[in-house]
Nanobody
Framework: QVQLVESGGGLVQAGGSLRLSCAVSGLNFRTFTMGWFRQGPGKEREFIATITSSGATTSYANSVKGRFTISRDNAKNTVYLQMNSLKAEDTAVYSC??????????????????WGQGTQVTVSS
């Protein structure tokens, strides 16, 4: 059974930082591209960041570029999202996802095969 479990969300003041983690089990983690998405209140799901299976290549949404960093530890089957300089508009439920497209950065949710339940991030202004 495939499981993706996010953690690390919470309430933070604007300008602060959080690090999200996504622990993955039930699949060969090192062969999957991973991604982070978010969905704010009343908004559609939005791509945030993606990292290829080896970790060699990453891609970010313009809205978070320079503030967020995606990384992975294939020995721990975990992907991370370091979020700095948080803004009120970053408030959302953040979800991780796994894609079988190992060697590509994947920005569309259509190409992700497995999803976590999400973790709430609230940024107070």
């Amino acid at each position: 059974q495939v499981q993706l479990v996010e953690s690390g969300g919470g309430l933070v003041q604007a300008g602060g930082s959080l690090r999200l983690s996504c622990a993955v089990s039930g699949l060969n983690f090192r062969t999957f591209t991973m991604g982070w998405f978010r969905q704010g209140p009343g908004k559609e799901r939005e791509f945030i960041a993606t990292i290829t299976s080896s970790g060699a290549t990453t891609s970010y949404a313009n809205s978070v570029k320079g503030r967020f960093t995606i990384s992975r530890d294939n020995a721990k089957n975990t992907v991370y999202l370091q979020m700095n300089s948080l803004k009120a508009e970053d408030t959302a439920v953040y979800s991780c996802a796994a894609s079988r497209l190992s060697f590509s950065t994947v920005t569309s949710p259509t190409y992700y095969d497995y999803w976590g339940q999400g973790t709430q991030v609230t940024v107070s202004s």
